[in-house]
Structures are given as C-alpha cells and as structure tokens.
C-alpha cells in the first residue's frame, strides 16, 4: 500500500516534466546493483543501509551492495585512482557517503556526477534555502553535488556512575581530566573525530574575531590556533596512557568505555549512546553531554562519482534515503536513532505524525539539550590541525 | 629425440610458462612498478620522473622513523624469540613428535587476524587476565597501563610469536627427519655431551641451513605485518607498514607516490632484517664454534630445557584462551569489566546473518577457487618436472615460488594494483588471482616432498602394464598420494582465508571477507560481530583440516601401507 | 618373434660406460640371466630395455621387439613388463583391483574383465583373497600377484629385476618354479637378473656374465 501511496503522491505534486524524468530514472535503475561505499563501523547504521536496501529491491528492483568502509577515503582514492588510469565510466563505486575534507577534495578535483539533488523527487521535503544547513559541507558549498541523508552533531558520552559530567566548556576539561587521571581521552587526530574534538576546543578558545569559516593560512593557523596548544599541553598529560597514544576512532573509544578503561567517549550521533546501551554496548549509566555553548554539527551528504557505472541507480538510492518513512524508521531509536534530515515544516499530516509518534528513552538528547548548533570550520583548518598535532605530539 | 619426449617438454613448458605468467611477472612488475611510481614517475598521474620528492614526502611522515624502527624490532624480535622457542621446544619433545604436531595443527590453521583480535581481549587491560588478577590487586578500574598497542610493539611481538612459534616447529619437525638424529644424539651423548649440548653445537647448525626459507617467510611477514599491527600494534606512530598502507588508500591519489616509496622502504627493511638475521646466525655459528672447541660438555644445560617447555605450554593457553574469547564474545549480549563471564548470552549475534552471512560466503568461494587453481597449478608442475626427469623444486623456478613469500606482501601489492588500474579485471577475478599468488607457493612447498617421495617404481610398474602418463598421475601418483594433497588442499585454503592485504588491495574495498571484515570490526565498538568473523574465519579453515585428515583415512580405510602418512 | 638387444651401450650421467655394445637375443619361451658384480649396471640395463632410464643416462644402440625398433618409445608402449625385487603393490587398490589394473584394456565388458581377474587370482593360487589389501599378503603371496597383474596386460617381453631375492628360502623355490612356468607358457622372451645361481638354474636359459 504504502509505496503505492506515495507513488501516487508524488504523481500529483511534480511537474509533469520532472516526474517524467524522474520515471525515466527508475526505468534506468531497473536491475541495476548500487555499490554503495560508505563507513562500515557501527552495525545498526549497517543494518538501517541494508533495510533500505530490502525496500529498494522491493519498490524499484535495485539492488543495494553496501560496500563498509573503514575509512571513507578508501573510496575516494579509488575514484582518484580509477580516474586517474582514465576510467571515465564504469567505475567501481556509485555513491559515497561523504564527508567535508572527502567532498572538498572530490570536488576540486571534478570527480562527482551532477547537481542531481533537485531533481530528485524527495527533495522537496529539504530545506534548500541558501545557508540552510544541507547547502554547505563543511563550509564548502553543496551546489547540488551531494545530497543531505542524516544529522550529525558532536556530543560527549560519559559514564554518570564512574565520573562526573564533563565541564560546560571546553576550558574546564583540563581540572576535570587532571581529577580523573587516566580515564579521559579522546580519538587520535589522524581520524576524523579526533580532528573534531580538537575544532570543538578552537572554536571555544580561538581569539575573538577569529574567523573560521575562512581558509587558514600560516599566520591565521598559528594566531587562532596558540590558546588552543596551551590548553591542550596542560590536558595532555592527564590523559589515558599519559596521552602518549589514543584510540584510533570513537568506535574503539566507545568499546575502551565499555570495558571501563576510560569515561569519556564521543560521537556525531546524539542517538549513539542510546542505542549502544539498548544493544548492550554501552552500560546503561552512559549519558550524553553538550557544552553550554552548542557543539559543532553538520549534515551526511551522500554522492555519486563522476565515473559510476549506475548513476541512475544510485539516484534512486539517495531519493530513497530521503523518504519521509525512511528518515522517521532512521530517526526511531530502535532502529538507528539519528536525526532527520527533513524539514519538519514541508512535511505532511502523516509524515509529521509519524515523527512525534517517535519512542524516547534517557540517554537520548531531546533536540532542545543538544544546544546550539557551531558550524564547521573551513576544511583546512581540520587538514592543518591534524598536521600540526601530529607534528607536535608524534614521537 | 623422439615425440613422446617433446611431449612431455611439453607440460613441462606449461607448468613453468603459467607459474611465470601468473606469479613470477606479476610480483617483477608490480615491483618494477612501485621502483618507477616510488622514484616520481607515474604518467597515469601525469607525473613524469625521476625525481626524490616521494621519498621526501614519506619521510616527512609524522614519527616515519620510529615507525621503521618499530617494524625492524618488532619483526626480528619475534622471528629470534619464534626461533630460539621452537628449537628450544623440539629439543625438549623431540620424543613427542606426533603429539606436538597434534597439538600444534589447530593453532596452525587459525588465521593471524583471528588469533590477534582474541589475544588482544585477553592480554588487554580490562581483559581476561586482568579481570583475573583484578579481586587479588583490588583493582576497581581497569589499570591504565598499556599491555596492547604499547610503544614498544610487545603486545605484537607476542601475537607473532603465537603464530610463528608452531609454523616454525612444524617446518622443524620435518627438516629434523632429513638428518640422522638418533644417531648423532646417541654418539655425541656418549662423548659426555648434555642433550641441550648436542642440540646446540650439533643438531641446530644442521637444521638452521635446511630451514632457512621457512625463516626467511616468517621474517618477511613478521617486518612487514599489517594486519596484526593494527589490531596488537603501537598506534602512534604505527609501524612502516601500517604507515605504508595507509598511505596507500589516502583520498589524495598522489599519495600513491610516498606509498610506493614506502613499498621499496618496506623491501629494503626486509632485505636489513634479513642481512642482520644472517650476520647474527654467523656470529653465533662461530662463537658456537670456539666454545665447542674448548670442548664444553654443559650437561646442566639439560635442566634450562625446561624453560622453552614452559614458554610453548603458556603459548598455548594464551592461544586457547584467544579462541575461547573469540567464541564467548560471539554469544555475549554485554559482558563488562570486572566479570569473568558475559552477564547476558545471546545468540542475536549469529542469528543477524546479514551481519556476517555474505563475508562468509564470499570468503568460501574464494578460497575454493583459489586452492582449486593454486592446486591445478602446482599438480601440473611437480607432474611437468617428474616427466623432465628434474623433481622438486630446482633452479630459477625454486627462486620464482618462494618469491612471493620472501617479499614484503605489501611492497608486491602496491605495485600491482597500479598495475591493476588499467587493467579491466573484476574485482573478485583479480582478489581470487591475488590469493593464488600466496596459495600456490605453499601448496608447492607442502607438496614437493611427498612427491618426490613417492616410489618410482609404482609409477614404472603402472608404465610396464602399459598405463600412459595421464593414467599415471590420474590413477596412480593422484590416490596414493591423496593424504598429502588434502592437507596441502586444507593448508592452501587456510592461507586463503587468513589472506587481508590482497583482498583488500586488489578488490579495492569491493570484496568482504571474513579477514578483512574482522579486521575493520576490531577497531569498531561491537566486539561481538567481530567475535563472530574472527570464530569463522579461525573455524572454517580448521573444519577443513578435520575434513583433510578424515577424508583420506576414510577412503584408505583398508589400506595398511597409506595409514601413518604425516598428519 | 624375439627379444634383441643391438650394440647397446649405456653411460652414466659421470661419464663412466657402464654396458659397452652388448649383443643378445632372448628367443620366446625362453629366459636369458643376467649375472655380474652390484654396481656393474644390471639393473639400468633393465631400466634401458623397459624404457625406465632415468635422466643423465645415455643410450647407444637398439632395443627391437619382435622385429619392431622400441628404442625410443616411452615405457608404457613398448609391451614390456617388470617385476622388481620388491613385488610393488598400489597400496591403494585391493588385491583384486591391483590385477584388474594390469588387465589390457582390450578385454572388454565387466563380466569378462571379472573373469579374468577370479582366474589370475586362481593361478596365483589366491582365490577368495581378491577384496584384501596387499599390505596384509606375505611376500610369496605379493610376488605371484605381481607377475599375474604384469601377464594380464598380455607383455610381449618381461623384465625379471632379482624377483626371488627378497623371499623367504623356503617359498623362493616355489615362487620361482610359478614364475618360470608361467613365462615359458606364455611363449615371450624374458631377462633375468640375478645374484643367485639356483635363479639362474631354473631359468634354464642362456647366462651372460657382464663385468
């Protein structure tokens, strides 16, 4: 019934042209397998891809290959290299999940097929306004290149029965490490997430008038960045392992949490924590900390490469991922908990009904608690912080 | 001279026309590759060379030289330490030959990534042993100390040791039995020599020049290791290797050019580990010497035997303690610090078949394949020398089997999945052809024996009864020799599945096997789904091994003189 | 209708002559011995004829079956059977199967091809033992099934390699007496190498000392 339904919904509300070249893309995508290359490292987002996968191979006979990343980079080198030996076409991989520094690059380069995101059908529920969240990466404008799928904000998790929660801000985290010798770390900076902690502290610490959205250069970089090296020598000595090493990502900081050997763990998925405990990964006494002053946020982008071999295919894949059911099933913390990517004010009766009618459970942040969103740095500060830490910091 | 003769020129010319086409000018322009892309010349990329600046982008590097050192320590330690157990091991058991093997075979067929992730629940610092210590030491948290991943690489030195220790006694076992043993124990002994004497002045100077290939695979693997050091090793920096393979699949293509610098690195650094490891041999072979001609009879040594006794049986328990953590974790639902066994069991894990059903297929098939063509291969080949009259493994053809073991894995891989870039092989043709590169040498290896071992005569008994060479091989060589080929087959099919760094590299992220699977899941947060590859993947090539051992003894139930074939 | 051997020489892989232009002629029916010092190269003549040399040796002359030149052929179409001083069994095989592997292929249908195999186990006097494994007959026992199996593939020479030496005295007669019998029934020519005068006596045929 319900595919039927909104077949039909969608019938009535596109122009006649769009749904014409929209059913000429499903007509494409028929029989067409989608290889999918996106992080592999947390099983419920693995198993969300693969039920989307199930309705796909039902609704449009597209079959999803989620192709688990350990690393989103794998797949863009792939592009690079494929592109590189002059593959113009039938290459390997037919949507990324992407991110800002990732998006930066392929884009720079041409790698990516489009501005596909208005023409798919589901966009309309997105607020594409100019500087709404899903129209910037990173910073880095969207134009159509990629196409919005779920939430991300950074957020702490602790462990409320062995520490206290973490300070409001990021200064206060030195005397609160220093209390808890050894139990405090965060991923190492080479990773993504290690990267952003280290964002989230120069935003709070950076002089004022330091303008992050800009390109750094070495002057910028050294001024904006000086508090945030004084800060961090004084932290370091008070982490895990004497901060000599440090967890290679938040999945493996989210198992050293779960095995009690540190309290702290962090995330880009406010619902992680929750459903970590539900699965029996996290102790049920794990909660979900913000700073007073917001956290950094930003929206999952999926793309196709300039050189898929099922371009079509893939595009029925992202329209898919932004069905109002699809993001209320994702936004259920029984399935993956992540935020939505949709506007709650384009959604209909039902759609809107369907996201209120969502479970809550205590570890999971109310939109309210997640405070103000901080928008992503310019790409190269990350590139350049990661640089630096590893300079200043690798034996 | 007359046609039968060219015949058999023939297949000859086949065998050694496929091993060069398939693994010889694969491995030498994959190198040949990584020496031009490592020296700036990549026109792919529109860069054109010579030129330094890889090797000056490589060695900027954060911590590039402690990495080097890393790899070199870590890899030599564990090829001595592996050394000195295993001779010290069968020294001791050298009685006990068929126990030992018995009890050495499990760990054989368990894959390195498998064993790694259970070792590192256990020595980890919330892991088993600790939660054993923890009531006695009141210990209420996790102690923040660093027993995996240290800076030092112990934790990996000791999963290599885990692993090289048995391959190393088994190579040792058989190579013991090419000299006369007995004997030379019985007349040195009743020269007033101590049993630990004989062993080192005599028995290990013999046998260290029988197994020097064995030693110089283990030392390769043990320098340039990836996928153990990810998951045991020290994160900051990594070792050569992990730094080299990271840079490999860095999203800026360019990195291609350090990488490949990296993969020469990585063979030079083999090549240092090696001379040194030679150095040191004949250093001690002569200071060996000079103490032997002083005449020392050291019959007390004889009590220090005890020692490599009780590293091998604690090496066991860790090793069965990794494999019992494997399989707990696999039906765990939480099992947390400080309890000993999991608080809740639940089968959710296997029963969400998605989760592991597809990576283990995918991995089946390619290791059937693989062992299937790698074994076609190597049949043809030993059955292509027997008709040359030139058995075994001779000549340039020796040098072009073990060349894939005796070089770095990752200097060969990133060389040829440049070279794979142009060329339009799907991804699991080119992942299959990648593992038969590492099957096929140790099929040979495994197999060369038994075939040279097997009695002329049955084979010109069949030729006087008028049989040809195909009825030969067919209904002769292939049923006698049926024990053999299937442990071959079984060890093959273990290589296969333990194989990460050509699946990864040569599938380019498109083919999921249970290796490269755990691997990823080990740095993930659910230790479960990772418990659930890794207890596959150490599971299936040891149900293979069963079936290898059953299958021939069942068939040759009523056939006395094929019982007691080596298992 | 003969065995002969045409100026045959071998040379070891060393250099070394081992034969020099040996001339002989094995008449049907009959059996020639072969006698001489270990190490003068008896064996390797057999291999020669056999087509069974193994690589390095080289070959000079001619060795013609029944008129027909065999030099170059390869072992297994020459029509020359071999016993050797060890009976070899395939260890895989029952008793049984061992001479149906020897049976020529010419013989057709299962009954038939089943026949022939009950009636060589009757002559080696082993009748019932068909389903055993050799590894469990006596040494008596694997030598007549060896010399059955090689007469089964219907030779139309036999290469006899000190066949009796590794028996218990006391059935060596017998053997011999089964083997020589069978040989001269069948009608083709045999060599026979041999330490032992008594073999040599029973063949009954010419003796050619090399040195």
Redesign the interface.
């Known amino acids: 019934m319900k595919p039927l339904l909104s077949a039909l919904a969608l019938g009535l509300s596109l122009t006649p042209a769009l749904a014409e070249d929209w059913q000429q893309v499903l007509d494409q995508a028929r029989g067409q397998t989608v ?1 999918f ?1 996106a992080w ?4 419920r987002t ?2 969300f891809i ?1 039920s989307v996968g199930d309705r796909l191979q039902d609704d449009h006979d597209v079959t999803l ?1 989620h ?12 592009v ?3 592109r ?4 113009d076409s039938g290459g ?1 991989v037919d949507l990324i999940w992407l991110n800002g ?2 998006f930066l ?1 392929m884009k720079e380069q041409d790698l990516l097929h489009g501005p596909f995101v208005a023409d798919l059908p589901n966009a309309r529920y997105l607020d594409l306004t100019e500087g709404s969240a899903n129209t910037a990466d990173f910073t880095v404008p969207v134009e159509g290149l990629e196409s919005p799928w779920r939430l991300a904000r950074f957020v702490f998790t602790y462990d409320s029965a ?1 520490i206290a929660a973490p300070p409001a801000d990021m200064a206060g985290m030195v005397d609160w490490a220093a209390a808890n ?3 405090v770390t965060h991923p ?1 900076p080479a990773n993504f997430m290690g990267t952003t902690f280290l964002k989230q502290a120069l935003i709070e610490l950076a002089p004022a008038g330091t303008d992050l959205s800009l390109p750094p250069d070495d002057d910028s970089f050294a001024a904006a960045t000086a508090p945030l090296w004084e800060w961090y020598d004084a932290l370091r000595p008070h982490l ?2 004497d901060g ?3 967890p ?5 900081q ?3 949490l ?4 540190v309290d702290l763990g962090m995330s880009f998925d406010p619902a992680s924590a929750a459903a ?1 405990i539900a ?3 996290l ?1 049920d006494t794990v909660r979900v900390h913000v700073p007073a002053a917001g956290s950094i946020g930003n929206v999952s982008f999926v793309a196709i490469p300039a050189n898929a071999s099922n371009i079509a295919g893939a595009k029925v894949l992202a329209n898919a991922l932004l069905d109002p059911e699809t993001q209320a099933r994702m936004q259920n913390i029984d399935n993956l908990g992540a935020f939505s990517v949709l506007d709650p004010a384009r959604l209909d009766d039902a759609a809107t009904a369907a996201f209120a009618a969502l479970p809550t459970v205590p570890a999971l942040p109310s939109l309210q608690d997640l405070g103000p969103v901080l928008a992503e740095p310019h790409p190269g500060w990350a590139t350049r912080l990661t640089d630096a830490w ?2 200043r ?3 | 001279m007359a046609a039968p003769l060219h015949k058999v020129r023939s297949l000859r010319g086949l065998g050694g026309t496929l091993v060069a086409l398939l693994i010889l000018l694969p491995v030498l322009f994959g190198l040949g590759h990584s020496v031009m892309a490592g020296f700036g010349h990549l026109p ?2 529109g860069v054109k060379g010579p030129s330094l600046s890889p090797w000056q982008t490589l060695l900027a590097q ?2 590039l030289w ?1 990495s080097v050192i890393l790899s070199l320590w870590t890899g030599m330690a564990a090829t001595v330490l592996s050394l000195i157990l295993a001779f010290g091991a069968i020294a001791a058991l050298q009685g006990h030959a068929p126990r030992l093997r018995r009890v050495l075979a499990p760990l054989l067929a368990v894959p390195h990534a498998a064993l790694a992730i259970g070792l590192a629940f256990v020595i ?3 892991g088993w042993i600790a939660r054993l210590l923890a009531p006695a030491l009141d210990w209420s ?2 102690p ?1 100390v ?1 027993t995996l ?1 240290d ?1 030092w690489g112990l934790a990996l030195i000791l999963g290599l040791i885990l692993k090289e220790t048995p391959f190393l006694i088994a190579i040792l076992l058989a190579a013991s039995s090419q000299i006369p043993l007995r004997a030379q124990m019985a007349a040195a002994r009743a020269l007033g020599y101590g049993r630990a004497a004989v062993w080192l002045w005599l028995l290990v100077p013999q046998l260290v020049r029988l197994i020097r290939l064995p030693v110089l695979v283990v030392l390769a693997f043990s320098v340039s290791v990836v996928d153990m050091a990810l998951i045991l090793g ?4 990594p070792t050569l290797s992990v730094t080299v393979s990271r840079l ?6 360019h ?2 050019l350090p990488a490949s610098a990296g993969a020469l690195m990585q063979l030079g650094l083999t090549a240092l580990a090696a001379a040194i490891l030679w150095a040191a041999m004949r250093l001690a072979g002569w200071c060996g010497r000079a103490i032997l001609r002083r005449g020392a009879r050291w019959q007390g040594l004889d009590r220090a035997l005890a020692a490599p006794v009780a590293m091998l049986a604690l090496l066991l328990v860790l090793a069965g303690l990794a494999a019992v953590t494997l399989a707990v974790w696999s039906i765990a ?2 099992w ?3 309890d000993l066994w999991p608080d ?1 069991l ?1 089968l959710a894990t296997w029963q ?1 078949q ?2 592991w059903l597809p990576a283990a297929q995918t991995a089946l098939w390619i290791a059937l394949a693989a062992t299937a063509i790698a074994m076609l291969l190597a049949v043809l080949w030993l059955e292509g020398s027997d008709r040359a009259d030139r058995p075994g493994l001779q000549g340039w053809m020796r040098a072009a089997v073990a060349l894939p073991l005796v070089l770095p894995q990752l200097s060969i891989l990133i060389g040829l999945s440049g070279l794979l ?2 060329a339009d092989l799907s ?1 699991m043709a080119a992942v299959i052809w990648g593992h038969v590169l590492f099957v096929f040498p140790y099929l040979v290896i495994a197999l060369a024996g038994a075939w040279a071992a097997l009695d002329p005569q049955l084979t010109r008994t069949a030729a006087s009864l008028g049989v040809g060479p195909w009825g030969r091989l067919w209904r002769v060589k292939l049923p006698v020799l049926i024990a053999p080929l299937s442990l071959a087959a079984a060890l093959g099919f273990a290589v296969s599945i333990a194989q990460y760094l050509p699946t990864l590299f040569l599938g ?3 083919v ?1 096997t249970l290796t490269t ?1 755990a ?3 080990s ?7 990772a418990a659930v590859h890794a207890t596959l993947q150490a599971g299936l090539p040891w149900l293979i091994y069963l079936a290898a051992l059953i299958l021939p003894a069942f068939l040759h139930r009523d056939r006395r003189a094929l019982k007691g074939e080596p298992g | 209708m003969s065995l002969d051997l045409v100026g045959l020489g071998i040379r070891h892989p060393d250099g070394n002559a081992l034969i020099d232009d040996l001339n002989l002629s094995v008449a049907p029916g009959t059996v020639t011995t072969l006698t001489g010092p270990s190490g003068v190269g008896k064996s390797t003549l057999l291999n020669a004829v056999g087509g069974h040399l193994e690589a390095g040796f080289r070959l000079r002359g001619r060795v013609v079956l029944n008129g027909r030149d065999i030099t170059d052929l390869p072992a297994e179409r020459r029509d020359i059977g071999v016993m050797f001083q060890q009976a070899v069994m395939f260890p895989h095989l029952s008793v049984a199967d061992n001479l149906a592997f020897g049976l020529s292929p010419k013989l057709r249908g299962r009954g038939a091809r089943k026949a022939a195999v009950a009636k060589a186990l009757d002559l080696a006097g082993l009748a019932g033992l068909g389903d055993r494994d050799p590894a469990t007959l006596s040494g008596g026992q694997r030598a007549r099934v060896a010399l059955m199996r090689t007469m089964l593939a219907r030779p139309r020479a036999v290469l006899l390699d000190e066949p009796f030496s590794a028996l218990d005295p006391e059935r060596r007669h017998e053997i011999r007496e089964f083997v020589m019998a069978t040989i001269r029934r069948s009608g083709i020519p045999a060599l026979l190498v041999t330490h032992d005068r008594q073999d040599a006596d029973a063949a009954g045929g010419p003796v050619i000392a090399l040195t």
Do not use: C, K
Not at chain 1, 67 to 78: E, I, S, W
């Open positions: 290889y290359h592999g490292g947390d099983q693995n198993d693969a290959r192709v688990r990343l350990a690393d989103t980079a794998d797949a863009v080198a792939r690079l290299a494929e590189a030996a002059g593959r390997s520094p990732n690059a062995r010798p050894g139990r190492d895990w392992r000599l090493s440090f290679e990502n938040e999945s493996i989210q198992q050293l779960n095995d009690g050997e970590a699965d029996g990964l102790p590893q300079r910091y690798t034996r | 792919v990329l954060p911590g402690r980890a610092p919330s948290r996790p923040d660093a991943g800076p020290p994160s900051n920096p490999f699949t860095d999203p800026d293509l990195a291609m639902f939480s947390r610090w400080p809740r639940s969400r998605s989760a870039l142009r991804p380019g992220g498109r999921a699977e691997v990823a899941l740095s993930g947060s659910d230790r479960r789904v």
